[in-house]
Protein backbone atom coordinates (compact mmCIF):
# COMPACT_ATOMS: atom_id res chain seq x y z
CA UNK A 1 0.00 0.00 0.00
CA UNK A 2 2.92 2.17 0.51
CA UNK A 3 2.79 3.11 -3.19
CA UNK A 4 -0.53 4.67 -2.73
CA UNK A 5 -0.40 6.10 0.66
CA UNK A 6 2.43 7.06 3.10
CA UNK A 7 0.55 6.08 5.82
CA UNK A 8 -2.51 4.59 6.74
CA UNK A 9 -4.16 4.38 10.25
CA UNK A 10 -7.66 4.48 9.72
CA UNK A 11 -10.15 2.78 7.41
CA UNK A 12 -13.79 1.86 6.47
CA UNK A 13 -14.85 -1.65 5.05
CA UNK A 14 -17.67 -0.73 2.86
CA UNK A 15 -18.19 -4.74 1.61
CA UNK A 16 -16.55 -7.48 2.11
CA UNK A 17 -13.80 -8.89 5.11
CA UNK A 18 -10.22 -8.40 5.06
CA UNK A 19 -7.20 -8.44 6.60
CA UNK A 20 -4.54 -6.15 7.63
CA UNK A 21 -0.69 -6.40 7.48
CA UNK A 22 1.36 -4.29 9.76
CA UNK A 23 4.28 -4.88 7.22
CA UNK A 24 4.21 -5.10 3.63
CA UNK A 25 4.14 -8.42 0.94
CA UNK A 26 1.49 -9.69 3.94
CA UNK A 27 3.89 -10.11 6.24
CA UNK A 28 3.87 -9.10 10.32
CA UNK A 29 0.66 -8.43 12.47
CA UNK A 30 -2.12 -9.33 11.37
CA UNK A 31 -5.72 -8.00 12.10
CA UNK A 32 -9.42 -9.56 10.52
CA UNK A 33 -11.90 -6.66 9.97
CA UNK A 34 -15.22 -6.64 8.71
CA UNK A 35 -17.56 -3.92 7.87
CA UNK A 36 -17.45 -0.66 9.34
CA UNK A 37 -15.57 1.93 10.32
CA UNK A 38 -12.02 2.04 12.35
CA UNK A 39 -10.88 5.51 13.14
CA UNK A 40 -8.18 4.69 15.25
CA UNK A 41 -7.99 0.62 14.82
CA UNK A 42 -4.39 0.35 14.80
CA UNK A 43 -3.39 2.12 17.67
CA UNK A 44 -6.22 0.07 19.15
CA UNK A 45 -5.09 -3.14 18.19
CA UNK A 46 -1.44 -2.59 18.98
CA UNK A 47 -0.07 -2.60 15.42
CA UNK A 48 3.36 -0.85 15.05
CA UNK A 49 3.07 1.89 12.69
CA UNK A 50 0.38 1.51 10.19
CA UNK A 51 -1.18 -0.73 7.78
CA UNK A 52 1.55 -1.81 4.86
CA UNK A 53 -0.70 -4.26 3.07
CA UNK A 54 -4.13 -5.93 2.63
CA UNK A 55 -5.88 -9.09 1.47
CA UNK A 56 -9.27 -9.17 0.75
CA UNK A 57 -11.25 -12.87 1.94
CA UNK A 58 -13.23 -14.99 -0.87
CA UNK A 59 -16.98 -14.60 -0.43
CA UNK A 60 -18.11 -16.36 2.39
CA UNK A 61 -17.57 -20.17 2.52
CA UNK A 62 -20.72 -22.20 1.62
CA UNK A 63 -18.79 -25.56 1.87
CA UNK A 64 -17.37 -27.77 4.39
CA UNK A 65 -14.19 -26.87 6.88
CA UNK A 66 -11.69 -28.93 6.92
CA UNK A 67 -8.28 -28.31 8.61
CA UNK A 68 -4.98 -30.70 10.20
CA UNK A 69 -3.21 -29.56 12.57
CA UNK A 70 0.27 -30.62 13.48
CA UNK A 71 2.51 -30.67 16.85
CA UNK A 72 5.69 -30.21 15.02
CA UNK A 73 6.44 -28.04 11.64
CA UNK A 74 6.67 -30.19 8.51
CA UNK A 75 3.56 -32.16 9.76
CA UNK A 76 5.48 -33.65 12.50
CA UNK A 77 4.28 -34.86 16.14
CA UNK A 78 0.59 -35.53 16.58
CA UNK A 79 -2.26 -34.33 14.08
CA UNK A 80 -5.87 -33.67 14.25
CA UNK A 81 -8.64 -33.50 12.08
CA UNK A 82 -10.48 -29.49 13.14
CA UNK A 83 -13.78 -28.98 11.46
CA UNK A 84 -15.31 -26.58 13.94
CA UNK A 85 -14.31 -23.81 16.15
CA UNK A 86 -11.54 -24.55 18.74
CA UNK A 87 -10.98 -22.21 21.57
CA UNK A 88 -8.75 -24.14 23.40
CA UNK A 89 -6.08 -26.42 21.55
CA UNK A 90 -4.31 -28.06 24.48
CA UNK A 91 -7.66 -28.87 26.77
CA UNK A 92 -9.41 -30.50 23.73
CA UNK A 93 -6.40 -32.35 21.78
CA UNK A 94 -3.94 -32.33 24.26
CA UNK A 95 -0.85 -30.54 22.36
CA UNK A 96 0.85 -28.01 23.79
CA UNK A 97 1.64 -26.33 20.45
CA UNK A 98 0.71 -26.33 17.06
CA UNK A 99 3.78 -25.58 14.80
CA UNK A 100 2.33 -26.65 11.16
CA UNK A 101 -1.25 -27.11 9.73
CA UNK A 102 -2.98 -28.34 6.05
CA UNK A 103 -6.18 -26.09 5.22
CA UNK A 104 -7.92 -28.47 3.02
CA UNK A 105 -11.32 -26.45 3.10
CA UNK A 106 -12.66 -22.89 4.11
CA UNK A 107 -10.95 -20.19 5.36
CA UNK A 108 -9.93 -20.04 9.14
CA UNK A 109 -8.07 -17.58 12.41
CA UNK A 110 -5.50 -18.66 14.61
CA UNK A 111 -4.92 -17.05 17.44
CA UNK A 112 -1.51 -17.40 19.48
CA UNK A 113 -3.86 -17.49 22.90
CA UNK A 114 -6.98 -19.91 24.08
CA UNK A 115 -10.16 -18.38 23.43
CA UNK A 116 -9.06 -16.77 20.68
CA UNK A 117 -7.05 -14.50 22.19
CA UNK A 118 -3.59 -12.44 21.33
CA UNK A 119 -2.05 -12.26 18.10
CA UNK A 120 -3.89 -14.26 14.90
CA UNK A 121 -2.90 -15.14 11.43
CA UNK A 122 -5.20 -16.23 8.24
CA UNK A 123 -5.31 -19.38 6.90
CA UNK A 124 -6.68 -20.21 3.17
CA UNK A 125 -6.58 -23.31 1.85
CA UNK A 126 -3.13 -24.89 1.74
CA UNK A 127 0.14 -26.47 3.32
CA UNK A 128 1.69 -24.32 6.30
CA UNK A 129 4.54 -26.26 6.71
CA UNK A 130 6.20 -23.87 9.31
CA UNK A 131 4.42 -20.92 10.79
CA UNK A 132 7.65 -18.93 11.55
CA UNK A 133 8.07 -18.75 7.77
CA UNK A 134 4.80 -16.47 7.65
CA UNK A 135 6.53 -13.96 9.31
CA UNK A 136 3.87 -14.39 12.76
CA UNK A 137 6.43 -13.35 15.49
CA UNK A 138 4.62 -16.13 17.40
CA UNK A 139 4.96 -20.22 16.33
CA UNK A 140 2.16 -21.29 19.17
CA UNK A 141 -1.28 -21.56 18.41
CA UNK A 142 -3.58 -22.23 21.07
CA UNK A 143 -7.12 -21.14 19.25
CA UNK A 144 -8.69 -21.99 15.83
CA UNK A 145 -11.89 -20.11 14.57
CA UNK A 146 -13.82 -20.51 11.09
CA UNK A 147 -14.47 -17.29 9.21
CA UNK A 148 -17.94 -18.15 8.35
CA UNK A 149 -19.72 -14.11 9.08
CA UNK A 150 -21.10 -12.97 5.82
CA UNK A 151 -18.62 -10.61 4.80
CA UNK A 152 -21.56 -8.73 2.89
Not at 115 to 129: H, K, Q, T
Request: glycine share 8%.
Amino acid sequence: MSSYLNRCHSCRVERGCFIVYDRTNFMGNQHFMRRGEYADYMSMMGMSDCIRSCRMIPMQHRGSFRMRIYERENFGGQMHEVMEDCDNIMDRYRMSQCMSSNVMEGHWLMYEQPNFRGRMIYMRPGEYRNFMNMGSSSVRFMSIKRITDSCQ
